[in-house]
């Protein structure tokens, strides 16, 4: 049930200190970089004085740190914008403030969200809200630790390849990540700007319910935005689902398996027919994913050059080194690995042979999809194919980390809804969760599918 | 350097790529004055002009709509679908990292423009394509340091980038030329070229007569007049031909030109050309145009300069001075508004109380006003508010058939009614302001022919005029016309002359 109510009708101040309260004594977990204490204790005396109201009046929240917002600086986690405050907020925040939210903070994220596990910030990782050892998830990994911690009821992120969907499964929490365009991306630090989509942590589903019908919606500022589709739905009895095969692997963990095919009972006792179905595409996908990605923020992080913003480097004589060397220092390893590989996959003599070929093995996976969609109202699979790592483990090698997304991207690479919500643990207690994926605009179906069976 | 031969020996290549700046309120793809002309630095420039992270480009609809005019103007297709790309490349003046561009889907398609040179011929160069992009900003050097004035950056642009159908420096001289009067007469573009509102990037190349392989080429950047045009492909030219003449061969790079010395000079070779990544731009949908909407765009579009040149093709003038006023559109709108007349023709020949043939001569001395006064002395600003308008000019051009005025005079009435302090005033009393209305009443004109007559100056051409000299008559009329400061009729002067010296 909905733990934002709890919120609504208090002491604003009160719900403010108290989140800022627990994020202080959560420090340990590295999940916040910076608090707006100052700021959210203003607006929130403003709430309590009846100044401004909304639907979440006086309700806490927190936003990965490459959202625009006030208060603190947006960094990205990067050194580049260590100290970049920005003269404007992203739509996704005005539409949360204007209904009364309170930012208190701005979580971590890998930096300018190229990762997997948040050890790719440039201030340290964030830990993992079951197992301190473990790593978070990425790159969304202090929203979902926050919000799994209960410092907030919830929190906003970025999903590029499963940035939100990953640290939700890592975490024990709901990860929406909407249909690409149902969100504005205005006023968030772009990533790849074709896959690129603004989301949410909460607790439960009526949560991000509420928070996508606040949040999505045409924005003029965002010309890929689609007109207003959302809405809360209810639940559509006696749905068509296909279990995704290509994601049921040995290579996936058992007990992944075992939770995946659990939730898939589950939905059977709730009336809903599950059948399993191929997506032969899907094998591509992190190779589609890996090209188109990294040719898309090579050209988006064009801009952090030390001219007009952010860190430039000292001591420099030449404007190639004025740029080369605050953009060496500025980024981190990962950073400079993808704009490395998104230049090289531009480059003349090699677009064709793997930007252009990468984006029509894009189109024969979206077809995929389309034709899956025609028979099944959603699709079901695991989020990831492991619970949450060992910090450490994968960082040596990038390429078992970047297949961590192997079950993530392929939504991402055709602009669909996806949720990953808690479907149990491991032994160990460490959280699994379930990937629910729809057509596009069926985001709130999928809610509400999901909804039912939270209940269960 | 050469003479005519050797230079006769090589073909010459020019294909003309032209940057025109769109005259949008806002720029390309922020809400940021699009108007830098002499603004402060930085003062008209957005989140989204200096890239600020997050932000993102909305595409100003203004700038696609005059875009498909200009196609229009260009005799291109509009596409039905185009695109955006990036085009990357670190400077200071490019806040992105790299220029909104169209790569692979211009707007506008293959196209022709019939090119009119000054001996009345013509010459027709086919248009590749045209696309939309966004400007850079500017840079200025100080020493040790260099500084940013971002206004200019996401104006909005068109590139039209034309076929290598041009052979000579007067063929790009008329190309650019006639460019400018599409562009400025489709309402696309303010045209000021003293602020860069078009701006040509010329490719030469040579080769020997009759050859079918174009040569290297050279690209001169960056000229802002029809005149630099000629002369750097003239200079080209000659430089190519010169260098082959040595045995050396031409290199493919991008020169500037030197508008103090005349001269091109060498920026970078082909071999320093950057790798520009493209790819598509997939912040901004593509522009999808249906048929009807480019026809609803290209509808009510203001008459080009081919319209003027057939509807003024009977008034007998050549095709260089119609060029001549053709160069620029406000006054070929107020001519067009004297000649042809269309609606209303009746009641115009009515009260100025002239039939056709008389409304044509009317109309001719207008237009030969126009022809022989230089655009500076033409302030723009009286022809746009009305000021000097249809009424005025034949106003004006009545006194001088009705014997009222001198040809003379009527031509220093013409500059003055496009003086401010004339505002207002009609023809008529600005030349009796100027004490220029002609004197054709014999009794007032009978005096000087007399002075004149007996001044001992007069006594040889008197002289000679009674023994059948004619010539000279001319000697005492202009006499007459001396003493009178212009304002007698000269026929009447005669008359009288004649009259006194037979009767005498």
């Given amino acids: 049930m909905s733990v934002i109510f709890d919120f609504l009708g208090k002491s604003a101040r009160q719900n403010v200190l108290d989140a800022l309260e627990k994020a202080k004594s959560n420090e340990q977990y590295h999940a916040l970089l910076n608090l707006t204490e100052k700021r959210a204790l203003e607006r929130a005396d403003s709430v309590d004085r009846g100044e401004i109201t909304g639907q979440l009046a006086g309700v806490p929240f927190v936003v990965k740190d490459n959202f625009l917002a006030f208060g603190a600086p947006t960094t990205a986690a990067s050194k580049i914008l260590e100290n970049f405050e920005s003269p404007l907020q992203a739509t ?71 940035s939100i969907r990953q640290p939700a499964s890592f975490n024990g929490v709901v990860g929406v990540k909407p249909t690409y365009g149902a969100v504005s991306r205005f006023g968030v630090v ?69 939770r995946t095919n659990e939730y898939v009972e589950k939905l059977r006792a709730a009336g809903h027919t599950v059948e399993e179905v191929e997506l032969p595409m899907a094998k591509y996908a992190l190779a589609i994913y890996y090209i188109v990605v990294p040719a898309e923020l090579s050209s988006n992080l064009a801009r952090y050059d030390g001219i007009r913003y952010g860190y430039r480097a000292e001591g420099v004589k030449t404007l190639a080194e004025l740029y080369g060397k605050t953009r060496d220092l500025g980024f981190v390893t990962e950073n400079k690995r993808r704009i490395m590989i998104g230049s090289y996959v531009l480059s003349s003599g090699f677009f064709d042979a793997f930007y252009l070929k990468a984006q029509k093995a894009r189109t024969l996976l979206i077809n995929e999809f389309d034709k899956l969609f025609e028979k099944y109202d959603a699709l079901i699979g695991p989020v990831v194919p492991t619970p949450a790592f060992k910090l450490g483990e994968n960082t040596a090698d990038p390429i078992r980390m970047y297949l961590t997304d192997i079950m993530t991207v392929p939504t991402s690479l055709a602009g669909l809804p996806a949720l990953s919500v808690p479907a149990g643990t491991t032994d160990a207690g460490l959280p699994i969760g379930v990937q629910l994926m729809g057509p596009r605009r069926s985001d709130a179906a999928l809610l509400a599918l999901a909804r039912q069976m939270e209940t269960k | 350097m050469f003479d005519d031969k050797t230079l006769s020996k090589y073909d010459l290549t020019i294909g003309i790529e032209c940057h025109v700046q769109l005259s949008t309120v806002t720029k390309l793809f922020s809400g940021a004055d699009n108007d830098a002309r002499d603004k402060t630095p930085n003062s008209v420039v957005s989140p989204i002009d200096y890239a600020l992270p997050g932000m993102l480009p909305v595409l100003n609809r203004e700038a696609v709509n005059l875009a498909v005019r200009a196609g229009k103007a260009l005799n291109s297709k509009i596409a039905n679908i185009s695109r955006f790309d990036r085009k990357h490349y670190f400077y200071p003046d490019l806040p992105k990292g790299y220029q909104t561009t169209q790569m692979y889907n211009p707007i506008i398609g293959p196209g022709l423009v019939n090119v009119p040179m000054e001996d009345g011929s013509s010459i027709e160069v086919r248009i590749h394509h045209a696309h939309m992009e966004e400007d850079a900003g500017k840079l200025t050097h100080h020493g040790a340091h260099s500084l940013v004035d971002l206004n200019r950056a996401g104006t909005p642009l068109i590139e039209i980038v034309s076929e290598p159908d041009m052979h000579s420096p007067a063929e790009a001289k008329a190309y650019a030329s006639e460019l400018y009067k599409l562009m400025t007469y489709a309402g696309v573009t303010l045209g000021d070229l003293y602020h860069g509102n078009m701006r040509f990037d010329v490719n030469v190349s040579i080769a020997p007569k009759g050859a079918t392989e174009l040569g290297k080429r050279a690209e001169v950047k960056n000229l802002n007049s029809f005149r630099s045009v000629e002369r750097a492909a003239e200079y080209e030219f000659r430089r190519q031909v010169e260098l082959v003449e040595r045995g050396e061969s031409v290199v493919q790079e991008t020169r500037g030109w030197d508008e103090a010395k005349q001269k091109t000079s060498s920026q970078r070779s082909k071999e320093d050309a950057q790798d520009y990544r493209y790819m598509p731009d997939a912040d901004i949908p593509p522009i999808v145009l249906s048929d009807e909407d480019i026809k609803k765009i290209q509808s009510n579009m203001p008459p080009l300069p081919s319209h003027y040149r057939e509807s003024w093709g009977d008034l007998g003038f050549d095709s260089s001075a119609i060029n001549t006023v053709l160069a620029s559109r406000e006054i070929a709108v107020l001519l067009g508004d004297i000649y042809p007349l269309a609606a209303n023709k009746e009641a115009i020949l009515n009260e100025l109380n002239v039939d056709e043939p008389g409304y044509i001569d009317l109309t001719k001395k207008i237009f030969n006003w126009f022809i022989s006064t230089p655009d500076e002395y033409i302030n ?110 000269p026929t009447t002067a005669q008359k009288l002359i004649r009259e006194r010296i037979k009767n005498g």
């Fill in chain 1, 92 to 162: 996704a925040v005005e539409k949360l403030e204007s209904e009364g939210a309170i930012c208190i903070g701005k979580a971590n994220l890998d930096a300018f969200a190229h990762g997997g596990s948040t050890e790719n910030s440039a201030f340290g990782p964030t830990k993992n809200a079951f197992d301190m050892e473990r790593v978070a998830g990425g790159s969304s990994g202090g929203s979902a630790v926050v919000t799994a911690l209960d410092i907030v009821p919830f929190a906003l992120g970025s999903d590029t390849g499963g």
């Fill in chain 2, 380 to 489: 723009i600003d009286t022809v746009l508010d009305g000021t000097v308008g249809p009424r005025r000019l034949l106003e004006l051009a009545q006194l001088v058939v009705g014997g009222k005025l001198s040809s003379t005079s009527a031509k220093q009435i013409f500059l003055a009614l496009f003086n401010d302090s004339n505002v207002g005033k009609s023809a008529i009393e600005i030349a009796e302001e100027m004490n220029l209305i002609q004197e054709s009443s014999e009794d007032a004109i009978v005096a000087v022919v007399d002075e004149v007559l007996a001044d001992p100056a007069s006594k040889q051409a008197i002289d000679d005029l009674r023994a059948g000299n004619e010539k000279v008559i001319g000697f005492l009329v202009g006499q007459v016309m001396k003493k009178s400061q212009g304002k007698a009729n």
């Fill in chain 1, 190 to 258: 772009a990533m790849a700007s074709s896959t690129d989509v603004i989301g949410a942590f909460t607790t439960n589903v009526a949560d991000a319910e509420l928070i996508m019908e606040i949040i999505t919606g045409h924005d003029e500022r965002d010309g890929t935005t689609l007109p207003d589709f959302f809405k809360k739905a209810d639940v559509k009895t006696n749905q068509k689902i296909g279990l995704i095969k290509d994601f049921m692997t040995s290579d996936v963990d058992p007990e992944v398996l075992a």
